[in-house]
């Protein structure tokens, strides 16, 4: 895979990240619904990042996972009932409803809900108005929020549980390239970023010759579920993000997703203390690095920057957020755009 591909389009040429709205606007919105992501658009947004997981007839929806009980109205649906279950997916043994028992034609008829309803309660106030989104719709959204302004605005689309699926019989990488083959999206190098927590699934798409970024994604800690599940050669997040570990990235992936913590040095009492080198080492073999997720909710920032007001409450983001956009890093996830915009500007 060659690394001489441009960037976005969208991108600041001065170097400013790229500004990824979060399954939309998802601070202000039910993620991933259709007002989650024309509000992104209006705060200013480089990308959006559609999550894809499958239904039972081989769509592919935009869920942040395929158990929906958090994230739609299912539950309260009595014609549904039947279908609560419980399932491991990637070692993780869950009970509730998922995409996969469900046609795409009765999954239309489900509403967004607002997934963090204690944390973002005035979210809440739009549950049960809008449809959940399959991925062409959100292709289609981009391509009207691209029109109208004038400039491209790039998809980051993240694949989810791809081993899983792959197991029951639904190969993502194939649904998505036929998905952006149909929409007018197969030649789209500088507008499309394909990511995964699993590198399986990205070689798989090198392979088919797809024109996107690949971007592999890595957690703080733990093992990718395709790697657990293979069960010979495992490697661990840490590891990738070792020198050995990028080197192996190199020629696979153009770049990397990587938990803002990992950007951040911490003391034993949680104070930051520096930054690391990882945007450093990654950049000198060619790889770009993202991070995830910033959040201007006490609940998601360092101690050193909570503030009174209690989970919810906003605390004093602009230092820590100031402090990751300082690592280098080529693109930030942010669930509020407009917070990121206005920081940049």
Not at 279 to 308: F, S
Request: charged share 25%; proline share 4%.
């Amino acid at each position: 895979m060659p690394h001489d591909s441009a960037r976005p389009a969208a991108r600041d040429a001065a170097r400013s990240p790229l500004i990824i709205g979060h399954r939309g606007a998802s601070g202000y919105r039910p993620e991933h619904s259709p007002s989650a992501y024309r509000l992104a658009f209006a705060q200013g947004v480089d990308a959006v990042e559609p999550d894809i997981v499958a239904s039972r007839d081989g769509v592919l929806v935009v869920r942040h996972e395929n158990e929906i009980s958090g994230t739609t109205d299912v539950a309260s649906r009595p014609e549904f009932a039947e279908r609560r279950t419980t399932k491991t997916v990637d070692g993780v043994r869950l009970t509730g409803w998922f995409t996969e028992d469900f046609t795409w034609a009765e999954l239309q008829t489900l509403r967004c809900r607002e997934r963090l309803p204690r944390l973002r309660s005035e979210n809440t106030r739009f549950d049960g108005i809008e449809p959940i989104l399959r991925l062409s719709q959100v292709l289609e959204l981009i391509d009207d929020e691209g029109r109208s302004r004038g400039t491209k605005v790039a998809a980051v689309v993240e694949i989810k549980h791809a081993h899983y699926f792959l197991g029951i019989g639904h190969d993502l990488g194939e649904l998505l390239i036929a998905e952006l083959e149909a929409a007018g999206w197969a030649d789209r190098e500088d507008q499309l970023i394909i990511e995964s927590f699993e590198l399986g699934v990205l070689d798989r798409l090198q392979a088919t010759g797809v024109k996107a970024q690949l971007v592999f994604l890595t957690e703080t800690n733990g093992t990718p579920a395709d790697e657990v599940a293979l069960g010979t050669g495992a490697h661990s997040w840490p590891w990738y993000r070792s020198d050995e570990g990028l080197d192996l990235l190199v020629g696979r992936v153009h770049g990397i997703s990587v938990a803002k913590a990992d950007l951040l040095a911490f003391d034993g009492r949680g104070r930051k203390t520096g930054a690391t080198d990882l945007v450093q080492r990654a950049h000198e073999r060619g790889l770009i690095v993202y991070t995830w997720t910033l959040r201007p909710e006490n609940a998601y920032l360092n101690a050193a920057h909570t503030r009174a007001g209690g989970k919810g409450a906003a605390g004093d983001w602009r230092t820590e957020w100031a402090q990751v956009i300082a690592t280098g890093v080529d693109g930030i996830f942010v669930d509020h755009p407009d917070l990121a915009r206005g920081l940049l500007t």
